[in-house]
């Protein structure tokens, strides 16, 4: 999104819209026309979903930053700011909650840009006129051209391009990642970075710096599935790090909510004097999955298997089998793509692709609707021959069973896609969609 400049303002009035590049060193002063200091900075509170309001003002007089309500400040966007109080409050500026500083925590910082999921830095802030109020309500992100160039423009203060388009796109598209605690808290939970995928959270995290990263993780543990979900999409050394950066009791939480192969992939990459504490802190339920998963060689199917699926009698009608995929909200959707007839022993009879279940009728049985000779895999196999077999027969899934046939697991393609792929796929820039951009000016 841009915006159109704006109009050339009347002489003394004062204009709907400035940049913060503009008024950083503007002249203070008295109202007699006394000089008092410059301006170092624009305060604006955090106002969770609407646009930032501007509260006031940093000076800096006689060697000290102070505090200049906006309410003291006659004309906003006249060269000299002008005090429209003979009185001034001199005490050293502190900042209080909610408080942001545009310059300080702002300009020339990164900030989260949530409709491309990546970070950026901005060059620039937009304030504007809204009735007796002044708001943030634009960022730009472009690299701007140096102070001589800028001046050789008509407004030359604006983030202009040399054709003089405007790159100033909505506060609101932004997560500013300020570093301050307390403001942070205004944003609402989790702020805007509740949009993004975990997996763009994830790579979000593999591109920022302790501080960034720190502040993201901050957003992110408001909502622990999230949390889960973004450690689950993290490359395994950086979830180690992280994860080694807690308590054990903080990670048997996170590793509680993942899904059971990962959890046990993060407790192998855990210290060795750190794995049984974490363990023992897990659910039995949990327990015994990851401990069962950890008796597998890593790169077998045993350890590339995952032990939540849907299994269900053989005798179960269609209407069923669809009632309980319908019903496992807690399953990885890849893993509900099939549904597995077992007997008694938990020996695998056949698996039925949800497409057919959806295309038979809902009073026949499950096992006249499954392929009982399915292409399956044993715990030992190894995952490059599983990654064949998939291709081959162009499976989303593939049951690990033993020698006696009983079912132990289910392979999913985005297990498999993890292992083939190059192992720096996570650090390389994802293709966007041909439309990522459509309506952009």
């Known amino acids: 999104m841009t915006t159109t400049p704006p109009a050339a303002p009347a002489p003394g009035a004062q204009q709907d819209t400035v940049r913060l590049s503009g008024l950083l060193g503007r002249p203070l002063v008295d109202r007699s026309g006394q000089s008092i200091g410059r301006l170092s900075d624009v305060i604006a509170r955090l106002r969770g979903d609407d646009y930032p309001l501007v509260t006031g003002l940093v000076a800096s007089v006689g060697g000290r930053e102070v505090y200049v309500p906006i309410e003291q400040v006659g004309n906003f966007d006249a060269d000299v700011l002008r005090l429209t109080s003979a009185r001034l409050d001199l005490r050293r500026f502190e900042r209080r909650p909610g408080e942001v500083l545009l310059k300080r925590d702002v300009l020339g910082h990164r900030l989260i840009d949530v409709e491309a999921a990546r970070l950026v830095r901005a060059a620039d802030v937009e304030l504007e006129r809204r009735n007796s109020d002044r708001v943030v309500v634009g960022v730009d992100t ?10 050789l423009h008509v407004g030359g203060s604006g983030a202009q391009d040399a054709g003089g388009q405007e790159h100033f796109r909505d506060w609101k598209t932004f997560e500013p990642l300020i570093g301050h605690a307390s403001s942070a808290l205004l944003r609402g939970p989790f702020g805007r970075i509740r949009r993004l995928k975990p997996a763009q959270i994830a790579d979000l995290l593999e591109d920022a710096s302790k501080d960034e990263e720190n502040e993201i993780l901050g ?15 993290l490359d395994e050394d950086r979830a180690s790090k992280l994860l080694g950066a807690r308590t054990d009791r903080e990670i048997a939480d996170v590793l509680t909510r993942m899904r059971a192969d990962d959890a046990a992939d993060a407790i192998a990459e855990l210290p060795q ?42 005798d179960t009608s269609v209407a069923d089998a669809l009632a309980a995929v319908g019903a496992s909200r807690t399953l990885q959707p890849e893993a509900l793509t099939s549904v597995h007839a077992v007997d008694e022993d938990n020996c695998l009879r056949g698996v039925a692709r949800l497409v057919t279940l959806l295309q ?58 993890e292992v083939v792929l190059p ?17 952009d000016s």
């Open 360 to 417: 038979s009728g809902r009073e026949a049985r499950l096992i006249e609707v499954c392929d009982t000779d399915p292409i399956r895999v044993g715990p030992d196999t190894d995952v490059v021959d599983v990654a064949v077999l998939m291709t081959d027969y162009n499976l989303i899934t593939i049951p690990v069973v033993d020698d006696h046939s009983r079912l132990h697991g289910v392979i999913t393609v985005d297990d498999v896609l």
């Open 423 to 439: 192992a720096d796929w996570r650090r390389r820039e994802a293709a966007e969609p041909p439309d990522a951009h459509h309506g």
């Open 219 to 233: 957003q992110v543990h408001a909502d622990p599935e999230l949390e889960a979900d973004v450690f689950e999409e």
């Open 142 to 151: 472009r690299r701007r051209p140096p102070r001589l160039l800028r001046a």
């Open 273 to 314: 004097n750190r794995r049984q504490p974490v363990i023992d802190l897990l659910p039995p339920g949990v327990r015994t999955k990851v401990l069962t998963l950890m008796g597998f060689n890593p790169t077998s199917a045993g350890g590339l298997m995952g032990v939540d699926f849907l299994a269900m009698p053989s």
